[in-house]
């Protein structure tokens, strides 16, 4: 959202920000506009658009008058009252979708480590949710999560919004799937500051595969420990997270645990890997994982679920693999190991299809209704 805020007013645009006041939001003039943190108390009033949210964010639409709206996770800390105030107001409202809360209560369409859709289409199918407790907090958050279903469903939300914009075509499929209006659906992969991706080197290749991520159960990383004990070669996770520990007891010596990395240290780890994988086992949107790691010239072994797949062409900029089968993993790591790529043919194709102004120039025309 950043970045797009900088990239609107690079074109001479003039661009307000409102989120939830926070003690390590960046200073910004839109501030006094900010609803209060979050509290206990909050928790059951302001994913269903609390007193204070309505006068603020209307208040800030007086004050800016908007040609455009565009949401980005509203929910929770927001609300999508948000979408309902601006198209009260005769503003043209476009909502990004980074998650699949308006299809599943808890975002991400997993319910006991599975991929689970029985939340999908109609109100009474969200309480499922309540059935199996899915949600952080247990039976309490479900009913909150539910209400709040309940309350901004799909013939509501459609009515506020004037397009959805998915960054990958496996999430419109699933908007599609649930019964939201194709033709309010657009897909735009997102984009990325391809200036932070540019090499000054022969795009050099060391003697390892990298994995870059949160350290949990959705993302793979076990079975991707369980396919690497199996090979010779040597591979170095970057990232921290609750199954930290855990891989590290199972994790054979060839598998390196570098911790939680900041943008340098992982454009020379990933920059330098002969292939990074993504072995998610969860509904991924647009994984910039993907995007940054080709970008940089480094092919990628990625899961085929989710928007995964969209990213990489087959054997150019990179393989495939079945999710949750380390058997396959393993091949394919060895097939991966054995390829040859054209690195920095990698790179430049993938920073003309991810930079800035390819974005612009789309996200102009869906602001345009075009």
């Known amino acids: 959202m950043l970045n797009l805020e900088q990239l609107l007013k690079t074109h001479g645009h003039e661009v307000a920000v409102f989120a939830m006041d926070f003690s390590e939001n960046l200073d910004t003039p839109w501030k006094k506009y900010f609803p209060s943190n979050m509290s206990k108390l909050k928790a059951f009033t302001r994913p269903f658009g609390d007193g204070e949210m309505k006068k603020k964010f209307t208040q800030l639409l ?37 998650d699949y809360k308006l299809l599943c209560p808890r975002y991400d369409c997993m319910r006991n480590g599975d991929n689970c859709e029985l939340c999908f289409g109609s109100s009474a199918n969200k309480k499922n949710c309540l059935k199996y407790s899915c949600m952080k907090g247990g039976k309490l958050g479900s009913w909150i999560g539910y209400r709040e279903a309940v309350k901004w469903n799909r013939v509501r939300l459609e009515n506020d919004t004037d397009a959805f914009v998915c960054p990958s075509q496996f999430m419109a499929d699933k908007m599609v799937q649930g019964g939201f209006d194709k033709s309010k659906i657009t897909t735009l992969c997102n984009f990325i500051d391809i200036e932070k991706c540019k090499r000054t080197d022969s795009y050099h290749k060391g003697d390892y595969y990298a994995y870059v991520g949160r350290l949990s159960h959705e993302k ?38 570098v911790g939680f990395k900041q943008w340098d240290d992982i454009k020379r780890l990933v920059g330098g890997a002969r292939f990074s994988v993504i072995p998610s086992e969860w509904y991924e949107n647009n994984p910039l994982s993907v995007i940054e790691a080709e970008c940089l010239g480094t092919p990628v ?32 790591i060895q097939q991966m190991w054995d390829a040859t790529f054209d690195y920095k043919q990698i790179a430049d194709e993938s920073m003309q299809r991810y930079n800035a102004e390819e974005y612009y120039k789309n996200i102009m025309r869906i602001y345009q209704g075009q």
Do not use: C
């Open 62 to 98: 007086e004050d800016f008058k908007p040609d455009v709206v565009h949401l980005n996770n509203i929910h929770t800390q927001l609300s999508p009252i948000i979408g309902e105030i601006a198209h009260e107001h005769g503003v043209r409202v476009v909502w990004t979708l980074h």
């Open 220 to 257: 793979g990383v076990k079975t991707l420990i369980e396919a690497a004990n199996l090979l010779p070669y040597r591979l170095v996770v970057i990232g921290g997270g609750p199954m930290m520990d855990e891989l590290k007891t199972v994790a054979h010596d060839n598998v390196e645990f």
């Open 301 to 332: 072994l990625g899961a085929r679920i989710g928007g995964i797949p969209e990213l990489i062409r087959e054997g150019k900029t990179g393989m495939t693999f079945t999710s949750k089968d380390a058997k396959n993993l393993k091949d394919k």
